[in-house]
Each structure stands twice: as structure tokens, then as C-alpha cells.
């Protein structure tokens, strides 16, 4: 059973980053498509980026150039740089994996932006 656990959220100030982190377990990771999403309050669930098995990253226009997605096969680690963190940006993040169209979803840490 796929296991992905998240860490790196926090309180930051407008302009400052953070980075988070995403461990799986019970998967083949590196055949995985991984990626992170976000849900703010009274809004739904939104894709941030993504990185296919074979690195391709696609990102949210609204991150795009601010974020940035890897991966770490070895380590079973997916992890996003947030840069130039903005109040919009302040959400509940949730790692996310995806193989032969079958989802399984961390259980989210949160990211505040805010002076």
C-alpha cells in the first residue's frame, strides 16, 4: 500500500521560502508520476506541479518560475522549492501519486504566508 508522508510547512513571511519534502513507501518509486497539490479555504484542491517518472515537470501558472519540483529516486523523496512565497500561496499542501491513473494522497501540512 503506498504511504506518502509530508513535511516542510511553516509560517513564513511574504517574499521568504520554504522547502517541502514527500517520503514514499510500499511503491516503486521512481515508475510513479509525483506531484503536489494545494487546497485554501472555500476552494478546491489545485494542482501546483508535477514530475513524471522520467523528470518532465509541468507547473500552475501562478507558481511557475517561483516554484520548483524534483525527485530523489534513491530516497523516495519528491520535494518542492517555494521562492518569492506570496499570501495567495497559503494552503494546505498534499503530496500526491499517481501510477496506471490509481491516485494516493499524503495527509497534507500547511503553509502560511503572512506578515
Known amino acids: 500500500q503506498v504511504q506518502l508522508v509530508e513535511s516542510g510547512g511553516g509560517l513564513v513571511q511574504p517574499g521568504g521560502s520554504l522547502r517541502l519534502s514527500c517520503v514514499g513507501s510500499?511503491?516503486?518509486?521512481?515508475?510513479?508520476?509525483m506531484g503536489w497539490y494545494r487546497q485554501a479555504p472555500g476552494k478546491q484542491r489545485e494542482l501546483v506541479a508535477s514530475?513524471?517518472?522520467?523528470?518532465?515537470?509541468n507547473y500552475a501558472d501562478s507558481v511557475a518560475g517561483r516554484f520548483t519540483i524534483s525527485r530523489d529516486n534513491a530516497r523516495n523523496t519528491v520535494l518542492l522549492q517555494m521562492n518569492s512565497l506570496k499570501p495567495d500561496d497559503t494552503a494546505v499542501y498534499y503530496c500526491?501519486?499517481?501510477?496506471?491513473?490509481?491516485?494516493?494522497w499524503g495527509q497534507g501540512t500547511q503553509v502560511t504566508v503572512s506578515s
Open positions: 514530475i513524471t517518472n522520467g523528470g518532465i515537470t
Open positions: 510500499g511503491m516503486f518509486f521512481s515508475s510513479y508520476r
Open positions: 500526491n501519486s499517481n501510477r496506471w491513473g490509481v491516485d494516493a
